[in-house]
């Protein structure tokens, strides 16, 4: 059976290469049954892929795109603001101290709208993002899968970051680690 482990670097997830390479290098040593075969590690860009596919050139569209729309908008409600802010600095020796304060609430008001407007454009951003990323993965997955089955590799690692994309069975020492545990039992106080 073929794990994924999909690498989001702005999430931080993926499992580093120390921890495999101390995994291959101590198997001989670990007992358990292996193939005779010598393990197969393949190397791929995993981003250089995900940037080529017709998924992750559709999520770059709709991120410039997005951001392009964003851009005029936040554009537009700054140059309000400003104009508010103009207007208060104008008249402030002319106008009543109401008439002041509620064009100061304005512009507090604009303020707040404008923080607003970015922040909720960033969640939409991050959720593009996000949408976008799990197109790739969709999309690339079962290639990757496809091509590590073909050419029989154990391992395939991103080459830009060590993380580990996809590796066998035959490469998980999870079960041996958790039967070693269980002879060793509770730790004594």
Same mark, same amino acid.
């Given at each position: 059976m073929v794990k994924n482990i999909v690498h989001m670097r702005k999430?931080?997830?993926?499992?580093?290469?120390a921890p495999v390479a101390l995994a291959v290098a101590f198997w001989p040593a670990s007992g358990?049954?292996?193939?005779?075969?010598?393990?197969?590690?393949?190397?791929?860009?995993?981003?250089?892929?995900?940037?080529?596919?017709?998924?992750?050139?559709?999520?770059?569209?709709?991120?410039l795109a997005f951001q392009q729309e964003v851009a005029a908008e936040l554009q537009i409600r700054q140059e309000a603001a400003r104009e508010i802010e103009r207007r208060v600095a104008e008249a402030s020796d002319t106008i009543s101290v109401e008439v002041r304060r509620a064009l100061e609430r304005e512009y507090q008001d604009a303020l707040t709208a404008f923080q607003r407007f970015r922040q909720d454009k960033q969640e939409e951003?991050?959720?593009l993002d996000a949408e976008g990323r799990a197109r790739i993965q969709e999309e690339l997955g079962p290639v990757i899968?496809?091509?590590?089955?073909?050419?029989?590799?154990? #391992? %395939? +690692? /991103?080459?830009?970051?060590? =993380?580990?994309?996809?590796?066998?069975?035959?490469?998980?020492?999870?079960? #041996? %680690? +958790? /039967?070693?545990?269980?002879? =060793?039992?509770?730790?004594?106080p």
């Amino acid at each position: 059976m073929v794990k994924n482990i999909v690498h989001m670097r702005k999430r931080g997830l993926g499992v580093r290469l120390a921890p495999v390479a101390l995994a291959v290098a101590f198997w001989p040593a670990s007992g358990v049954a292996q193939e005779d075969s010598p393990l197969k590690i393949g190397v791929i860009n995993i981003d250089a892929i995900a940037s080529r596919s017709p998924a992750g050139q559709q999520l770059r569209e709709e991120t410039l795109a997005f951001q392009q729309e964003v851009a005029a908008e936040l554009q537009i409600r700054q140059e309000a603001a400003r104009e508010i802010e103009r207007r208060v600095a104008e008249a402030s020796d002319t106008i009543s101290v109401e008439v002041r304060r509620a064009l100061e609430r304005e512009y507090q008001d604009a303020l707040t709208a404008f923080q607003r407007f970015r922040q909720d454009k960033q969640e939409e951003a991050a959720a593009l993002d996000a949408e976008g990323r799990a197109r790739i993965q969709e999309e690339l997955g079962p290639v990757i899968e496809a091509v590590q089955a073909e050419l029989g590799y154990d #391992l %395939v +690692l /991103d080459a830009r970051s060590a =993380i580990v994309v996809i590796y066998s069975e035959r490469m998980d020492i999870t079960q #041996l %680690v +958790l /039967d070693r545990l269980e002879t =060793i039992g509770p730790a004594n106080p």
